[in-house]
């Protein structure tokens, strides 16, 4: 996905996504926050088209918001 930062609706609530630059093994992670506070990281997925990020990162969100 070309974009580096996203914001997705979930429940009425924005979460911001940041991706952030590689790690020492040349892995990219989105970092995740709500209301400028840091929740967690999501790994970025090569190749992925926007539309399956926003599906990915809505469930992410949920699985977060279940526990």
């Given amino acids: 996905m070309r974009y ?4 997705i609706p979930v429940k009425g609530e924005f979460f911001q996504f940041e991706r952030m ?4 093994t040349g892995d990219f ?3 995740v926050s709500r209301r400028g506070e840091f ?4 790994p ?4 992925e088209t926007t539309k399956e990020f926003e599906v990915r990162s809505m469930s ?3 699985d977060l918001l279940r526990n």
């Avoid at 630059?21 to 020492?24: G, K, Y």
């Avoid at 929740?39 to 999501?42: D, N, Y």
């Avoid at 970025?44 to 190749?47: E, I, K, L, R, W």
């Fill in 21 to 24: 630059p590689p790690d020492s």
């Fill in 4 to 7: 580096k930062r996203r914001s």
């Fill in 60 to 62: 992410w969100v949920a």
């Fill in 39 to 42: 929740i967690g990281v999501m």
């Fill in 44 to 47: 970025a997925v090569p190749n």
């Fill in 29 to 31: 992670v989105w970092a």
